[in-house]
């Protein structure tokens, strides 16, 4: 079982908030699409005879991809690859690309997931973070997806924004709700270094996104979709049953998947991680050459052990205690157990039935709450 990432790293505007691999200049774009066709007949082996049940477009904005890109794409992945006939093919598009006749030409092509990233139903929240779309854009987007057929549809919401009170944060979930898509992916804005936002804040121009109204947010976001009938299954992911992300589901437990296009990251499914080089230009260059452009790593045990401790514990499911003492022994188990007595007594740590899993308090504070459960190597 493995999946597929494709990273189309073009976008029309750049979001003041994003630390995300891509360009504005969208004139690489056709010979980015050739590159990434010969990366992926380069790295047939990496898959194997592995049926790969997902194939996910990221970004950047692959709803910029024209009909041809996106069919030649498609006819090159099922070449290589065995590609499950029910496999879940995502795309992640904007709003303003998404007219009738392009989602009629996504739909035939055989998209049948749409990640639609509207972030606000707020115009001056979409202002703030420079997106390239406004709030009435979403709407007719979504309208228009569902009339077109796509009923496995998610969409973003960016909360915490500063100057979105709790209330404004109620009423976009709210007009999520109206519309009745069955997946969301929720995220507290966050200041990442290098971006626009970083430089605002730092110069004064924005405020900073304050902790406390985005924990109360989070509160509000698990509350009221848990109570239309949503499963908060992942810290960041909410899902009507029958419909949790299976590409990222696939991630969370360690299976293999390979990453194609500049920026692309893969796992080998054991020990093993790679990622390609970050630059439109160098990625084109050296497939030009017939090379693959990528550095890799190998997994420590430690690093195996974090990883674990930091997918598993954003799931519903937790951390199950069993596997990690078959797995890194009861040295290990013992001393995670004892690390987490703490978080435990403190309530952000709740155990269960052989498993740690994060309570909703604990959720929010999650990075470093799983960090400090960590394992550190010891020197040598
Ligand atoms: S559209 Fe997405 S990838 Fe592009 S700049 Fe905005 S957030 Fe980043």
Redesign the pocket.
Known sequence: MAGIYIHIPF?KK??HY?N?H?STSLKQQPSVISAIVKELELRQDFIGSDLVETIYFG???PSLLHKDEIERLLAALKAAFQVADDAEITLEA?PDDLGPSKLEMLKSAGINRLSI?VQSFREADLQMMNRAHSADQSSSCLRNAQAAGFDNITMDLIYGVPGLSNKEWQENLETFFEFEIPHLSAYALTVEPSTALHHFVKTGKYPAPDEEASAQQFEMLSRLCTAKGYEHYEISNLALPGYRSKHNGNYWKGLKYLGLGPSAHSFDGRSQRSWNVANNAGYVRALSAGEACFESEDLTLEDRFNEYLMTGLRTEAGIDLEWIEQEFGTVWLQDLLEAAVVPIRDGLVLGKKNALKLSLQGKFVSDGLIADLFRIAEES
């Open positions: 976008c750049a979001c994003c995300f891509f970004g950047g904005t904007n990233g």
